[in-house]
């Protein structure tokens, strides 16, 4: 017997159309665009690497390290890295709890985490400002400038940070934590070996979805700080908005770039396939 | 539950339908338009004028049109849409702006019928300020006058919005008030390289132009003289000066509460910023709302008496222009715009919505809104003189003392002087003072947006 094929075969292949034009069209073609500002000339549209050399090559009589570009790089990675640590350090034990507590209703104790997201960010970073200056920390100096920041940062990535720690942690399977303890580990080891490890996909995943934001996210910089504190994200905001499109294309380029490596490095890319957990990543 | 969302999906996409037929179906021409938000009456484009414009029009010339209305923050992202090829007809960007524009091709000249005074119809030429006209003929750019491409909307001045009990008179005559300690962390700049470039030339040249000052009082130089060197001055980006200028602003962030573009308004209402470095629309703006609240304010609303002042060295003078765009597909519809537009009677409509100053200058302005607005009461007694024949009188020539026509000099409160009427009509001993900015050449630009980069990393 023979099973004939429909001409159309809809395969579930054809499912990932969408999401590949989507990708062609949000995310390939804006890289190429700025790949091509970045290698040509502003005036005559020619291929040059004079926008990377110039970069690079500081301002006046200063060194590049000495510029405010290298100083505001700086500035936004410890921001940055700041942000994703605290954001991490509050959202594991919140996303950690939720998961394994005996409530029934975990949703709705997820949703007092995710419903802050429905106003608009803009409105809950004027909010929080408001009561930083109630507090008197607002602009109190430069080191309460950053630190505000941090803060702001820290409370409006939060919740891209509990989703998918938590989304990785409800997926574990008890059985493993049961095997450990019969073979006689305590709670604390148990969670150290078999939770923290099973989690990191969850870990990984929320860390990428805060990091980059945190770098270029210059509306909360700005309305924390009273536009005292900058970001790079606000240094290429200025660059298109002056009419340097060569040098912000180059400076996004550059920090791209070096988002990749940082994803490499922590082990971002197979992050998934290393502990099997399918669909916690966001991405 | 799914037939509800199916039935309701449904007739959400039957709806959209209808809305995109309806929208198909509209084959009127269209003029598109693009503009500041906030910057008409009515609001964007819901106004009432676009859709009395569209009746006007129909009227006039028995065609239909259709007004398609965009919005834009700044200049700069007009700039961007113009460059990205974005197709509008009609535009209003700053001076500085159309000039780079026309400069590089993106803009053509008015329609030569336009500028007929024997049409009643064209409402602009007829009822333009002589002050504007005068303006208009005196800056050109690539050996051209403005008047031949550009049609004023609004202008006005920038200068300091403060706190007259708690800031020194005499600190904000001068640009030295963004450097003086007493205001330290109380004083904010405004958050966009030309103004504040424009901000560190007048501190950088502040004992230069006080000694202009002198010489054009004393006689010695003549109005388009002064203004002439002013102009030059304030637009001087050679290297050497923009290093003195970055020493004198790196100077400046210390002692400032910040860089801001709209965000100062609610603290400088708020009494949490003593003076604030303003255009003079938002500078009525917020002495409007410090005095008086917001129409929803609360029984307990404490309102706060601020005023306004030009330093007296130098300060900036800005024009927003009507330009038509290169590739404008009816050049007559769009300056019939700018005529509807420049209807005395609209023009007093826009002000009263927006704040900002009309370029038009005819007897229904000066009657409807100014003497509406700021003619004292017969009874004050501290009522002082206020003199706009530069602006409203027609004939009304300086040097000649005939032309000078008492119909336009009326009796305000004497608070005015500092307040709103300032920031809306200086006087015209003020204006001489006040130059346009120009925009920066390309390697200006390059270097003043690594200057920019410096100065706003602190």
Known sequence: MTITKPKLHFSRKLLAIPYAIFLLVFVLVPLLIILYYAFTNGDTGAFTFENFINFFSGTGKQTFFESSRFKTIVQSLFISVMSTLLCLLIAYPVAYIIANCKIKNKTGLLLLFIVPMWVNFVLRINALKELFSWIGIYLKSDTWNIVNTILGMTYDFLPFMILPIYTTITKIDKSYLEAAKDLGATPARAFLKVTLPLSKAGIMSGVSMVFLPAMTNYVISNYMTFNHTKIIGAFIDECFKNDLWNLGSVTALILLTFMFIITGLTGGFNAESETGARGTSLW | ?458
């Open chain 2, 1 to 458: 539950m799914k037939k509800v969302i199916a039935i309701a999906l449904a007739g959400a996409v039957g709806i959209t339908g209808l809305v995109l037929t309806n929208f198909i179906r509209d084959d009127r021409p269209v003029l598109k338009i693009a503009n500041c938000a906030e910057y008409i009456a009515g609001g964007d484009e819901d106004s009432y004028l676009l859709r009395e414009f569209e009746a006007w029009y129909e009227e006039q010339t028995g065609k239909q049109i259709r007004v398609e209305y965009c919005i834009y923050d700044e200049n700069e992202t007009l700039y961007n849409m113009l460059k990205m090829g974005d197709h509008f007809d009609l535009v209003c960007p700053s001076d500085y702006m159309f000039m780079k524009l026309f400069a590089e091709g993106r803009i053509q000249k008015l329609p030569e019928w336009f500028f007929d005074t024997s049409n009643t119809d064209n409402y602009y030429i007829k009822n333009l300020s002589p002050f504007i006209k005068q303006t208009y003929e005196n800056n050109e750019i690539a050996d051209t006058p403005w008047k031949e491409f550009a049609a004023g909307y609004m202008w006005g001045t920038t200068g300091f919005v403060y706190n007259p009990e708690e800031v020194d008179e005499e600190d904000v005559q001068s640009w030295n008030a963004f450097t003086n300690a007493k205001y330290a962390k109380k004083i904010t700049a405004k958050n966009n390289i030309r103004d504040s470039y424009f901000t560190g030339l007048a501190m950088h040249y502040d004992a230069e132009l006080r000694d202009l000052k002198a010489q054009y009082e004393a006689g010695s130089l003549s109005y388009l003289e002064y203004q002439n060197i002013l102009k030059q001055m304030m637009n001087d980006t050679s290297p050497e000066t923009m290093n003195a200028v970055k020493t004198k602003l790196m100077s400046m962030t210390r002692n400032l509460y910040g860089f801001e573009t709209d965000e100062g308004k609610n603290d400088t209402i708020a009494g949490k910023i003593l003076v604030n470095y303003q255009w003079s629309g938002d500078a009525v703006y917020i002495m409007d709302t410090a005095e008086y609240g917001e129409e929803e304010e609360s029984e307990n609303f404490e309102s706060l008496i601020l005023n306004y002042a030009i330093p007296e060295t130098v300060s900036n003078l800005w024009f927003d222009s009507w330009v038509i765009t290169k590739n404008c597909n009816d050049v007559d519809a769009a300056a019939m715009f700018i005529n509807f537009i420049s209807k005395p009677e609209n023009a007093v409509e826009n002000m009263n919505y927006i704040g900002y100053t009309s370029c038009i200058g005819s007897e229904t302005v000066f009657t409807n809104f100014v003497l509406d607005y700021y003619s004292a009461e017969d009874d004050d007694d501290e009522a002082v003189e206020y003199d706009l024949n530069y602006f409203f009188n027609p004939s009304y020539d300086k040097n000649n003392p005939s032309t000078h026509d008492d119909t336009y000099v009326f009796k305000t409160p004497a608070d005015q002087i500092k307040r709103q009427l300032f920031a809306q009509y200086p006087d015209e001993n003020t204006l001489a003072r006040c130059v346009a900015m120009e925009y920066f050449d390309t390697d200006a630009n390059s270097r003043a947006n690594s200057m920019w980069s410096d100065i706003t990393f602190f």
